[in-house]
């Protein structure tokens, strides 16, 4: 192939990542050794990187979006989210009779808002499969017409990352909304089981790690797949220079609403795998600021090599995870300073540093 | 001999009070080169934009053979077969000299399309050919970031060729070239111009005179004079708009 | 402290004069009916009012005394008023003192409260302040009373003031409404209905029961006054509208600065907003050992608050942002972190609990506008302070020099260096100057919101929506944007709840910037294109 | 500003020296060690303005009973952690304290949706949480000892106070709340409560606005009209925290007297009204299990050892502050009659407790994990406390499931 010679530096990322993947493949069996093992890995952090292998799908979905396509999306927590109430719909129709009430349909929250029936937007969601097509179709569909409204009046930069960060924000506020339906504030929590799987067991938090990583893995390869045809470099080109893409007769609008669409997907699949795992899934998750700390990963790790994404999720959140409880007064001057040194002194992320070693 | 006639009459462009076109008439027919000249603000650029579909036209008719183009948009307008080459040259830095030609290399443009593209014999042999045309054939496979300003000056060219179009549009093809580039270029354009409309814009006048087409002149959005390079430099309302009041 | 003094000076006065004229009858029956006040609540209620009804000053200060909590009672039942650091005896008005351990405070609630205020304006209504009679006559109008007819009677004979005799023909209405007189209750009605006051109408409303007779003439006065009401209502919620539109305005023009002049993604301007609250606090400490600073502490802290934001933002352009021009995105990244660690270092140094800010008494309550619509103090002050400041930002940028050169800068960077500007310095200053105004917006909404360290983060995304809205760069279009948006909402509140009436401005906004990409005021020119 | 700037000093030392002592995914080998107490309280965000107080409440206990000589003769150490007001990051922070740092009891949250995001992982760690704050009910766990109100407990005894004589004898109900699942259930179960005493719901005014909302104007003079229908109206607020002190700003400026339309809250404390000037609210209505002006000797010696531990005199105390007190020293008391710090010893050993509470009562562990307390009624005065005028003469048992909501009703109540 001529168009495709990876550089050395980027074959040394692909080796990062495999290794990544490798060490993390491992974790659950390291978690069997005895606990004064070096090698041990505590249940903690087994459950711990489960989420944050969730994370880092979701930065590989911005990565998409933002380091190829140039659309800067302070809303991708949105998709994230819708994914995960999907999910959590589902989780919720499968508790059944389980609930405190013992209503054989209705989930706790309605029976004690006075619910008689079942609003209709609930229904198909006691099918795994139909669930599963409303967590990618769900924030699909919110992209495509976003995206579609906003690629064809040509927003672009600032102005389209406001405009996404307002579509999350109002869904925020939409979803805090009892009348919704959907849980207001409390969203859903209490899960029992997932294909009949009962949760909350180890069992269920390995198969949930392992279907995390196969994510993770999947959404890597799509993203290497995508970026690497005559696709992704125009997505290349339109986040340089849009308009010469045009006149170059590509419409640039389908091109940028394809990879909208399937980086919102990717963002709701990582929701649906995040929710079963901390349980709990609240309109907090829309808030404008997750969706700038999910940007963050992806600068941190260095935009536009989705390796740096994974990594950049995954040091941000491990450093969150340490420090919120080593430092609980003064992490957030540790996080903040970093993310001002990173745009500072390192503006193609920790990547940018491993390249510049490579060299 | 293929390809269609692009005319314009009674185009005139606004901003906010500024009119950059003012009843603007042209005719440029299937295989003919012209030359549009005059002087700063004369509005060549912004004809430009409208025969392309950037900028829409305040009043007036853009057709290219009995095609509407100001319902168009660029990429419409791009895929009719009309390429433009930029005053600024503006290649894709992040992609290499042969993905920025194969970019522009006529093939179905959709997203799909494009993920399942593979680049075919018949294909590789275009890019080749167009590059060594351009004169890049050892910088092939280097980020087009890196290249000079001639440089990629010559890949936008080598793009426009790429996408094979009907009328190409050239803007300043030779601004920042050296005196054999020039003529390299002159030449190449002539041997284009044969098969494909093209329409250049340009300030160099020896370059004009080397094309050695019809030549244009515009001034303050409205056509001042058109003819021959002579008949032009000896146009009294020419050489007073040229050498001022 | 000292007119209070005078007044109860007054008072004493007042009381030994009409002590020596009291027939001993009367005598009797306010001293059995003062120690009542003693009591559980409902005692307490029972006495006031027939403290009350007696007309009997010598009530007064033991009344007002209750009201204020400055009522003791000792052991053995003897009430003590306390006045300062003296106490007197409130049967007989005699100095004695008692140590602080023997007193016990005597508490009231709201039914005594209630019950205090018609007595108290029943024994003020003779009073020789106009100010006063005012008062109490407003209390008696809420209080309403039949008994009170003749009281009120004689006290519009006497009164000369026109503003009270409003007032206290307008109690007497009330009262004569619940009095038994067929003649003297129609008129009631027909005064009560001649008034565009909620008060009026819900006495009219609360009389439909017992007076089946008269229903047809108290609904037509509830009709005339509903159409006052109406359109009363309407001013209203444009004032509610405009009041959240100057809220609006405040928090964004400092954004208009940083981010639609200089294109700077401020993620930390709520916090600049947050600290120009804070230092309102800080300026209100410092001056409340000051008594003659007290009052102005709040305008005081408006250049304090400008100077200290304005600071911390030269600063932070100068150490941090400076780095980042042209690539705004970035910036976005840049500051949202550095907004986290302003946050927490406030919350660390001044914890995470709201402090209080006093609000001057010129803040506060309403004030009545011309066709009596009423507007709270607080939000018609934030409304002239938030034109003043537009009015200001942009005499600074189209008259003075700095202005010129900001607009140079930003329009024409290469172009204004090569003439002399010092660029670095124009736009440290610009950032300084859009800090500033954060900062003073901080100080408007220490008057109407929590200061916590969290102040910032319910403005930010409003802020940006409104600048954008607007159209980037364009503070007219900030001004217009901000009340279009604060009276749409207040449009949209009643029927649609405060949530939801949110949500679809945030909805009409995204949709109108697909219409217009670059707002209601877009810039102008080819440049723009680019 | 010098006590504040010590105290940030002090908490800056605190939050480096656990830096420096607790490894972070290490198990600890310590087993014979202190006593670990696990504090899952927001230290940031927007749950941070209510929440510090309560992990210093926690920390002074730590202190005191340390003083004392610890329990069991071992020596307690304090785990604190950030949940950030961020719900997963709470699963995710209760999970660390049980699993990395095995503490063997945790005292957080306040919001119900940060207890029910813990919830499942106390089940199935099997760790020991007490919640200090008052909420909706309609949950129970075995894991989980609720220390704050049951509705039952606030809710309704406020809203009878205000039908009786002494709170006005209102005939129609303004029900204002923040839109989440604690004011809804409250009013749904008020209005059941309201219909049953002949209210109806033409005569309840029901509305809800969202977190941290601060723009009243528009609420405060629809309420204002409401109540000029010519009935006796008062408002019972379940507006969250922050959107209190607007609010109130808002009731005062538009001149609403607690003696026309008096508004009872559940949800403000003295923490609440220090943000405000009180002076025109005097007279309007909280309801809680505690107020900080109780006379009694437990009061006393609570407020005292607070102010002391927290170098500022003036600092006020709270409900939850309180009930995080008595819930610590209600885990104390069931350690030490269990002799071990194991869960399923100490969860039965909890049930029965008895403890004279700051509140003057002595308060019950009932076997639905929920206390018996009194409730009060104070009306807020200009000095910023609350001045008591009602009080229950006997604690009230909770019920944390409502008899008001009609699917109960088959339960077996605890």
Known sequence: MDTAQPSRARLGLRAVMITAVAILAIFPLLNQLPADNVFHVSDFLVSVSGKWICYAILALSLDLAWGYAGILSLGHGAFFALGGYAMGMHLMRLIGPRGSYGHPVLPDFMVFLGYQELPWYWLGFNHFSFAMLMVVAIPGLLALVLGWLCFRSRITGVYLSIITQAMTYALMLAFFRNDMGLGGNNGFTDFKELLGMPLNTGAARISLFYASLIALVASYLFCLWITGTKYGRVLTAIRDAESRVRFLGYNTTSHKLFAFVASAMMAGIAGALYVPQVGIINPGEFSPGNSIEAVIWVAVGGRGTLVGAVIGAFSVNGLKTWLTSAAPDLWLFVLGGLFVAVTLFLPKGLVGLLQGRAK | ?245 | MRPARSVMKRIIVLVLLLLAAMPARAQDAFLTALPGLGGGFGAQVEAVERLGALGDPRALPALRALSEGRLLRLADGTLLIRDGATQVNAATGAPQQAAEADTQRININNRVRGALRGALGQLQIISPDPDERFAAAEAIFRSRNAANVPLLEAALARESVPRVRERIALALAASRLVASDPAAKLAGITALGATASPEARSILLEARAANADVLPQIEAAVADIDRRLAIRRVAETAFQGLSLGSVLLLAALGLAVTFGVMGVINMAHGEFVMLGAYTTVIVQDLARDIPWLQPWSLPLAVPMAFLVTAAIGAAMERGLIRHLYGRPLETLLLTFGVGMMIQQAVRLAFGAQNREVISPPWMQGTLMLPFDVPVTANRLWILCFSLVIFALILAAIRMTRFGLEMRAVTQRRAIAAAMGIRTGRVDALTFAFGSGIAGIAGVALSQIDNVSPNLGTGYIIDSFLVVVFGGVGSLAGTLIAAFGLGVINKMLEPWAGAVLAKVFVLVAVMVFIQRRPRGLFPQKGRAAEA | MTETSKITRRVALAGLTTALTAPAFRPSFAQAAPIKVGVLHSLSGTMAISETALRDTVLMMVEAQNAKGGLLGRRLEAVVVDPASNWPLFAEKARELLQVHKVDVTFGCWTSVSRKSVLPVFEELNGMLFYPVQYEGEEESKNIFYTGAAPNQQAIPAVEYLLGPDGGEAKRIVLLGTDYVYPRTTNRILRGFLNSKGITDADIMEEYTPFGHSDWQGIVARVKRFAGEGKKTAIVSTINGDANVPFYRELGNQGIKAEDIPSVAFSVGEEELAGIDTRPLVGHLAAWNYFMSVQSPANTEFKALWQAYIKNPRRVTNDPMEATYTGFNMWAQGVAKAGTTAVDAVRPAVIGQTFAAPAGYTETMLPNHHLSKPVMIGEIQADGQFNIVYKTPEVVPAENWSRFIPENANRRRG
Request: glycine fraction near 10%; proline fraction near 4%.
């Open chain 2, 1 to 245: 001999m293929r390809g269609r006639r692009l005319y314009l009459d009674g185009v005139s462009v606004v901003f906010d009070g500024f009119r950059a076109l003012n009843n603007l008439a042209l005719v440029v027919e299937p295989g003919e080169m012209r030359a549009v000249i005059g002087p700063n603000g004369a509005g060549k650029t912004t004809m430009m934009d409208v025969i392309t579909g950037k900028t829409r036209p305040t009043a007036g008719i853009v057709t290219f053979g009995d095609l509407d183009l100001t319902r168009m948009d660029e990429a419409a307008i791009a895929n009719l077969g009309i390429g433009r080459k930029f005053q600024k040259p503006t290649v894709f830095d992040a992609l290499t000299v042969f993905e920025n030609l194969e970019l522009a290399l006529k093939a179905p443009r959709g997203p799909i399309a494009c993920l399942r593209w593979v680049l075919a014999g018949g294909g590789r042999t275009r890019i080749e050919e167009v590059t060594t045309e351009i004169g890049l054939t050892d910088r092939a496979h280097d980020r087009a970031g890196i290249l000079s300003h001639g440089q990629k000056q010559w890949l936008e060219i080598g793009m426009m060729l790429m996408q094979d179009p009907d009328l190409m549009l050239v803007d300043e093809p030779v601004a920042g070239m050296t005196d054999a580039e020039t003529e390299h270029t002159a030449k190449l354009l002539a041997r284009i111009a044969g098969k494909h409309s093209v329409v250049v814009v340009e300030h160099d006048l020896d370059f004009v005179r080397a094309l050695g087409c019809k030549v244009t002149v515009l001034h303050e959005g409205t056509l001042l004079s058109e003819g021959s390079i002579d008949h032009v430099q000896n146009d009294p309302r020419v050489v007073e708009v040229y050498l001022g009041r």
